[in-house]
């Protein structure tokens, strides 16, 4: 069975350095895509950016090049999400998911990480 | 890279068919047949209802169907039932960049 396991919600202050995880399991995770999503309180699903685990070839959201940084350790099948200085507006859902090597979407979401950032 | 437009709400009555719009450009939608539509439940991830414009992942009803026209794609919920009442975003390849887009996102009534 497909997995993609999130690490657990995190309260932060602003200012504050971040890194959440998404650990693949249950498939071949290293010859795939897997995707960060966010989801801001009470809007829509964006992408934040897309990482290929085998290699680390990463694409960005021009909207987020430059705020986040996202890697992996395909050795331990993992994604991360990771921010260096936080602000309020931080404040989200996030969402790993796994994009389709059969069609064009995603067919895993991992159960998200709530970060909240308040000082 | 500008999401794809959808409803902001769509309601019906248990039982009836209710369809929600997903409205792109020749550039991802329109383009190519690559949309999927997913159903979020409050506090709830994401779910794949429909790829590839049409088609239905393993257990999914088939009360929930896709198509395109031009440059807007449509998911039709038929016998509409409570527990549809969900969030339903549509997401597309984009020629325009090395991202899929999604669509706004719409949210679903049941009466």
């Known amino acids: 069975e497909v997995q993609l396991v999130q690490s657990g919600a995190e309260v932060k202050k602003p200012g504050e350095s971040l890194k959440i995880s998404c650990k693949g399991s249950?498939?071949?995770?290293?010859?795939?895509?897997i995707g960060w999503v966010r989801q801001m309180p009470g809007k829509g699903l964006e992408w934040m950016g897309i990482?290929?685990?085998?290699?680390?070839?990463?694409r960005y959201n021009p909207s987020f090049q430059g705020q986040v940084t996202i890697s992996a350790d395909k050795s331990i099948t993992t994604a991360y999400l990771q921010w260096s200085s936080l602000q309020a507006s931080d404040t989200a859902m996030y969402y790993c998911?796994?994009?389709?090597?059969?069609?064009?979407?995603?067919?895993?979401w991992g159960l998200g990480t709530l970060v909240t950032v308040s000082s | 890279q500008s999401a794809l437009t959808q409803p902001a709400s769509v309601s019906g009555s248990p039982g009836q068919s209710i369809t929600i719009s997903c409205t792109g450009t020749?550039?991802?939608?329109?383009?190519?047949?690559?949309v999927s539509w997913y159903q979020q439940h409050p506090g709830k991830a994401p779910k794949l209802m429909i790829y590839?414009?049409?088609n239905r992942p393993s257990g999914v009803s088939d009360r929930f169907s896709g198509s395109k026209s031009g440059n807007t794609a449509s998911l039709t919920i038929s016998g509409l039932q409570a527990e549809d009442e969900a969030d339903y975003y549509c997401?597309?390849?984009?020629?325009?960049?090395?991202?899929?887009?999604f669509g706004t996102g719409t949210k679903v009534t049941v009466l």
């Open positions: 998911a796994r994009l389709s090597s059969v069609f064009y979407g995603v067919d895993y």
């Open positions: 249950g498939y071949s995770f290293t010859r795939d895509w």
């Open positions: 990482i290929y685990l085998d290699d680390s070839d990463t």
């Open positions: 020749t550039s991802d939608v329109g383009g190519y047949n690559y």
């Open positions: 590839d414009v049409s």
């Open positions: 997401g597309s390849y984009t020629s325009s960049s090395s991202l899929d887009v």
